[in-house]
């Protein structure tokens, strides 16, 4: 199932959710929405899911009009950051719920729809649950039951809602693995929101990374990561040192220093300059862009990550190897290995 | 080597000492002194006693003060059985309806947002805030021979005032807001979220709220449908205006209980109020029963 969303504009009073989307997804893709929160993508979803309506666009399953059709009809599986488990039903009888409301025409007999539940508990791998309640599960648990609850009427697309986001970080890392393998399995066309860069960039095929009602970047998790399209991209997405520089005669300035970087193609004015962390190279005071007063250091494992007062006045975070032993009141030098530069 | 032993011990004794006589002063600092706590919990039963068991015991005694025949008597008296039945049917009509009027008013506020809606919940506890001869009133007002619709209704030869409907309806307007009060505050803290759900999985509206929504507040139901009846039954002032107090046909129980009472007829009187007596120690206790199942309901959505 491919699915075309066009020009897509939701507004809360004043306030846009939605300000023109487009976005095309691949039959079988698994397509990450980031972004932080206020930014949309949960609005965008509601609307693929026929939860919410937009005030103008369109959106189309394989070319069809999917805005005529009700949540209902739209065969979508949706799950909740919350679950939404129905609170009253056993385990078994929420998986079984889809397969039970469908037209007397098309509903299958008792023993079909308890094989099926079946299956679809084994897929999850919580079988050994059926008989309990929401409330008796962890929330883990509760996550991958309300995914099985969402395969049981064999959805054109899966949509996910913050699918980890109530869950604690190494719960969080297990599901992500397991959902990636089990789309690989199930091979249907899913989207999943998230505010949480790691989770996207690890779990999706595709990334699009939305700010403000607008889609900032459409890539493979490599794209948005080594090349972001936009200044919120950098500064979103990876661990970023982001300094207001000028450009102007191709030379680009920090404060009212030169800095020796390259200004081929940049457009002058005001602009900013980001790098990410560890791509600031650690030398000898003198050389590089920068120079600096090394203020703190703190060990993360393989890396140091050091405060430098830069001598313009501006403090950054650099993230350097452990190799060479960093000390407060180091003077160093700075180079950035790659650096990217936005107008504006 | 023994000095060294004694002062251990002499030392440990008075540490325990100094331990008792510090956990005695957290206590007192966690808690009133125990002759206060006394004094507050004897006020406590003592008020209980003189205003809520004493009356009950009261009841009892006066209607069964000439022995249990009497009161049975009492009871078999056509007009008593009238005003029976007349309360059941008057209580039947105004849950019914109220607990309509509360279901989709409940489900309007919690699931929905709307222009007004902080009107409509002020105007649900309405007849809560208004005296309940004022609520009688108003349909005086309406439905009477000088009323709005007197002419109309007279023409038409329908008669509510001072008859069943007139009843039901004053009993309805003044029990109206308890399914609704129930209803709000659990629906809204349930939210949207499993009826999205279960449109999503196919389900139509019905389907959703009679395999969703409903199970998920039965218990606020039954809750607020036990309070309605226990008014329903009870309710006196607004009843009293549009009744019309014809014997046999128009007292409902509180009302005849007055009228037996003025009459003299203590026995009788009593009988009849020892059975609305009955109704809120039922009502009591099933409150009781129903507020653990709504904890353990929330309990059980708190993850």
């Known amino acids: 199932m491919t699915i075309e969303v066009r020009n897509l504009v939701k507004k809360f009073g004043s306030f846009a959710a939605l300000d023109g989307v487009d976005l095309k997804v691949d039959n079988g893709e698994l397509l990450a929405l980031l972004g932080p929160s206020g930014s949309g993508k949960t609005t965008l979803l509601r609307i693929i899911a026929g939860l919410d309506w937009p005030d103008s666009g369109e959106v189309s399953f394989n070319g069809e009009d999917a805005l005529a059709q009700g949540a209902r009809e739209r065969h979508v599986g949706f799950v909740f950051q919350h679950y939404a488990l129905f609170r009253h039903m056993t385990v078994f009888e929420n998986v079984a719920f889809g397969l039970r409301v469908q037209p007397r025409a098309v509903r299958k007999d008792e023993a079909t729809i308890r094989a099926r539940v079946k299956e679809l508990l084994d897929l999850v791998q919580l079988d050994w649950l059926a008989d309990r309640y929401p409330s008796q599960l962890s929330g883990g648990q509760r996550q991958r039951i309300a995914l099985a609850r969402a395969l049981a009427i064999e959805p054109r697309i899966l949509l996910l809602d913050e699918p980890f986001g109530a869950l604690d970080a190494k719960v969080r890392k297990e599901l992500r693995r397991w959902l990636r393998s089990l789309h690989h399995e199930i091979n249907v066309t899913s989207i999943f929101v998230t505010h949480d860069q790691e989770e996207a960039l690890e779990v999706a095929n595709r990334v699009v990374v939305m700010d403000k009602g607008r889609i900032e970047q459409i890539g493979s998790p490599d794209d948005v990561y080594e090349t972001p399209a936009t200044a919120f991209v950098h500064g979103f997405i990876g661990e970023s040192i982001e300094l207001p520089v000028q450009v102007d005669g191709g030379v680009i300035r920090l404060g009212d220093r030169p800095l020796q970087l390259t200004a081929e193609g940049l457009v002058p004015g005001a602009s900013k300059l980001f790098v990410r962390r560890h791509d600031m190279l650690v030398g000898p005071p003198g050389t590089g862009a920068f120079e600096g007063a090394v203020q703190h250091v703190r060990n993360f494992g393989p890396v140091q990550r050091a405060e430098v007062a830069l001598s313009g006045g501006e403090t950054i975070e650099i993230d350097a190897p452990r190799d060479k032993e960093l000390r407060a009141g180091d003077t160093i030098g700075l180079n950035p290995r790659r650096y990217r530069i936005f107008a504006g | ?303």
């Open chain 2, 1 to 303: 080597m023994t000095m060294q032993i004694a002062d251990t011990v002499s030392l440990q004794a008075s540490d325990a000492k100094a331990r008792a006589h510090a956990a005695a002063a957290r206590d007192n600092l966690r808690t009133e002194p125990r002759a206060v706590r006394i004094a507050i919990i004897t006020l406590a039963i003592m008020f209980l006693t003189v205003f809520v068991v004493l009356p009950l015991v009261v009841v009892f005694a006066q209607a069964f003060s000439r022995g249990i025949l009497a009161y049975l008597a009492a009871l078999a008296e056509p007009e008593a059985m009238a005003a029976i039945k007349l309360t059941l049917i008057v209580a039947a009509i105004s849950v019914g309806l109220n607990l309509v009027f509360g279901l989709v008013a409940a489900w309007a506020i919690a699931k929905f947002e709307f222009r007004g809606k902080t009107f409509l919940i002020t105007l649900i506890d309405l007849p809560f805030s208004v005296s309940p001869v004022i609520s009688g009133l108003v349909f005086v007002l309406l439905f009477g021979a000088q009323g709005y619709f007197g002419n109309w209704l007279r023409d038409h030869d329908i008669q509510i005032l001072f008859a069943v409907p007139g009843i039901a309806l004053a009993t309805t307007f003044v029990t109206f807001p308890f399914v609704a009060r129930a209803l709000i505050p659990l629906m809204q803290e349930q939210g949207t979220q499993e009826e999205e759900a279960a449109i999503s999985l196919g389900a139509s509206g019905l389907q959703t709220f009679f395999r969703v929504t409903l199970p998920n507040i039965k218990w606020g139901v039954l809750y607020g449908v036990l309070l309605c009846n226990a008014r329903a039954m009870g309710e006196f002032g607004a009843v009293s205006v549009v009744s019309g107090h014809i014997r046999g046909e128009t007292n409902t129980m509180p009302l005849l209980v007055e009228i037996l009472y003025n009459e003299y007829q203590f026995v009788a009187a009593f009988a009849i109020a020892s059975l609305l007596a009955m109704l809120a120690l039922i009502t009591l206790i099933a409150k009781t029963v129903l507020e653990r199942h709504l904890d353990e309901g929330e309990d059980a959505s708190d993850h």
